[in-house]
């Protein structure tokens, strides 16, 4: 039972390169969002997903895309990186409480570490 | 935009202190909230949680924490630190009325002295 795992755990990208981060779960949660982890700022939302085929903004999305086609899987991608976007991402899952009622606790990945240079 | 507010940045304790974090929050409509904790080189863990019913809540490790509304707090408390309580812990709360969207504080840094 792997629960949320992350790949890869490390990148070191150069200004305008593009990559994709991956997020797995085998929890068969509906929730899935993706985290950035900044000394001094806490977690904040990039986008997440209510569901397959479904994705939302969250608070710092400029500058990332994601998709949803799996249940399983949440891709993050940064089309251009950027030193801005040198962070640690984080993945978590969640199933809703209740049909309607939001999530639950949320089970976090072990982090993806990326620097842009 | 809703927010989640943590004013202590880094806290610094002697062993057996009581602790007391604040969290204040910016949303105005029913919230569930949680407290995570992040040991050095684990996981984001659950602390506890909030959805309804007793304001006063316990979760592991001897934490607690009360959910005042008029105050829009969730503070976290406990009555006497380990050492082991050294970590980062972060206050989460729903942003929507559709309580899926989860934003996080910027956290607070705990060190506890031996």
């Known amino acids: 039972n792997a629960g949320v795992t992350q790949t890869p755990k490390f990148r070191v990208l150069k200004t305008g390169q593009s990559m994709t981060l991956l997020c797995a779960q085998d929890m068969n949660h509906e929730y899935m969002y993706w985290y950035r982890q900044d000394p001094g700022m806490g977690l904040r939302l990039i986008h997440y997903s209510v569901g397959e085929g479904t994705t939302a903004k969250g608070e710092v999305p400029d500058g990332y895309n994601v998709s949803r086609l799996k249940k399983q899987n949440f891709l993050l991608g940064l089309e251009s990186a950027a030193p801005s976007q040198t962070s640690v991402y984080f993945c978590?899952?969640?199933?809703?409480?209740?049909?309607?009622?939001?999530?639950?606790?949320?089970?976090f990945g072990a982090g993806s570490r990326l620097t842009v240079l | 935009a809703q927010s989640v507010s943590q004013h202590n940045h880094h806290v610094i304790l002697s062993e057996a202190a009581s602790l007391e974090l604040g969290c204040n929050y910016s949303y105005g409509g029913t919230v569930n909230l949680f407290w995570y904790v992040q040991y050095p080189g684990q996981h984001l863990q659950l602390l506890l949680k909030?959805?309804?019913?007793?304001?006063l809540v316990k979760g592991i490790k001897g934490f607690e924490a009360e959910f005042i509304k008029s105050k829009f707090s969730f503070n976290l408390r406990k009555p006497s630190v380990q050492w082991s309580d050294t970590a980062e812990y972060f206050c989460a709360v729903n942003a929507d009325s559709s309580a899926s969207k989860i934003i996080f504080g910027s956290g607070t840094r705990l060190s506890i002295r031996p």
């Open positions: 978590a899952s969640s199933y809703p409480r209740r049909k309607g009622m939001g999530a639950n606790v949320l089970t």
């Open positions: 909030y959805f309804s019913g007793d304001p």
